[in-house]
């Protein structure tokens, strides 16, 4: 079973920047879509960026597109997330996983991790 720790979250002032990291244990990181998924108090999960195993990157939230920017190391077993120009609505705990295509729906493949807990003053 793949475990996912990620880091970097911390508390920044609107404008700044941070870079979060997803580590996977286990086989089976560099052959799968990953995604930074983001959940806000009181809302549902959500994808904000996706990358495919080689390296095609998405980001279906308009509001992150030019800001945020991911990418991942294979040989690593991580995925990154660029995180600039931060604003308050940014606020959420961040999650990584990677997503698995099953019937034109992608569905979380591994077991959800703690998250990184980012806060964005203003």
């Known amino acids: 079973q793949v475990q996912l720790v990620e880091s970097g979250g911390a508390l920044v002032h609107a404008g700044g920047s941070l870079r979060l990291s997803c580590a996977a244990s286990g086989s089976g990181f560099s052959d799968n879509n990953m995604g930074w998924y983001r959940q806000a108090p009181g809302k549902q999960r959500e994808l904000v960026a996706s990358?495919?195993?080689?390296?095609?990157?998405?980001y279906p939230h308009s509001s992150v597109k030019g800001r945020f920017s991911i990418s991942r190391d294979n040989a690593k077993n991580t995925v990154y997330l660029q995180m600039n120009k931060l604003k308050p609505d940014d606020t959420a705990i961040y999650y990584c996983?990677?997503?698995?295509?099953?019937?034109?729906?992608?569905?979380?493949?591994?077991?959800w991790g703690q998250g990184t807990q980012v806060t964005v003053s203003s």
């Open positions: 990358i495919t195993s080689g390296g095609w990157t998405n």
């Open positions: 996983n990677a997503r698995l295509l099953r019937g034109g729906t992608y569905y979380p493949l591994w077991t």
